[in-house]
């Protein structure tokens, strides 16, 4: 893994194949395509401030896919867990990065895709979701609790 690659905010190297972290600068997203990784799954909605402008330009000048799965953070939907959910299942077998701001609703989002389609238990979804929310000065909230509970189901 390049000192770039873990330069990335919140950088965790899930498996072989998956990758989540916060926001990556444009160069950061070099070093995600040259350590392998073919696909981007953005959860970061383009209008926020630390939102990365062109970031699909630049991915796709990178040759890699990419997928836009835009979550308000204050309002995670139902629907946006089930696009990631349709997005992850197809791309099994493939290297992803997924990224948001922190790498909070992509742990949240990631540890409930595992325990629906790869036989995680609650302990390992909520040992993902620990690493990022539980060591920051933002704490889960209970909108963020509830739907987490909700995708759960």
Request: with cysteine.
């Amino acid at each position: 893994m390049s000192a770039t690659l873990n330069g990335i905010k919140n950088f965790i190297e899930i498996s072989d194949l998956i990758g989540t972290a916060g926001q990556p600068t444009a160069d950061q997203f070099h070093a995600v395509r040259e350590s392998g990784y073919g696909v981007v799954v953005n959860l970061l909605p383009q209008e926020q401030d630390n939102a990365l402008k062109g970031e699909a330009d630049l991915i796709a000048n990178l040759g890699l896919a990419y997928h836009y799965i835009p979550v308000l953070w204050k309002a995670p939907k139902v629907e946006d867990f089930a696009a990631f959910c349709d997005v992850m299942q197809k791309l099994q077998g493939k290297k992803v990065f997924v990224h948001c701001a922190m790498n909070m609703r992509v742990t949240a989002f990631y540890s409930s895709y595992a325990m629906k389609h790869l036989g995680w238990t609650h302990t390992q979804a909520d040992d993902l979701v620990a690493r990022i929310w539980a060591r920051g000065d933002y704490k889960m909230d209970d909108t963020w609790r509830a739907f987490i509970e909700r995708i759960r189901q």
